[in-house]
Nanobody
Framework: QVQLYESGGGLVQAGGSLRLSCAAPERLLDDYAVGWFRQEPGKEREFVAGSGWNGEGYVDSVKGRFTVSRDGVKRTVYLQMESLKPEDTAVYFC??????????????????WGQGTQVTVSS
């Protein structure tokens, strides 16, 4: 069982920034794809960003505002979120895809998940 540890969520005004972190205890983030997803109450968990051998990818609604990056030394993946909007409010999850090094936009392709961190953007 792989434990992913998320941090960095919080309350921010529209136009503000947050950086989410996702850490793994083993050296797995270097070798496998990582995805960021978000979920609003009563809605499906949706893909936000991914990082893998196929580069980085983003859902259209966050392109140009969010950036995913990795720090191999710290074994941490980050999601830098800029110009936040109220519609970005959700619980954000990081996920690890151990079966493939290419990120996927499908939640069912990921094997391990963080506990989620709440991001709230006020208008």
């Amino acid at each position: 069982q792989v434990q992913l540890y998320e941090s960095g969520g919080g309350l921010v005004q529209a136009g503000g920034s947050l950086r989410l972190s996702c850490a793994a205890p083993e050296r797995l983030l270097d070798d496998y794809a990582v995805g960021w997803f978000r979920q609003e109450p009563g809605k499906e968990r949706e893909f936000v960003a991914g990082s893998g051998w196929n580069g980085e990818g983003y859902v259209d609604s966050v392109k140009g505002r969010f950036t995913v990056s990795r720090d191999g030394v710290k074994r941490t993946v980050y999601l830098q979120m800029e110009s936040l909007k109220p519609e970005d409010t959700a619980v954000y999850f990081c996920a690890l895809r151990t079966g493939d090094a290419y990120y996927s936009r499908r939640r069912y392709d990921y094997d391990f998940w963080g506990q989620g961190t709440q991001v709230t953007v006020s208008s």
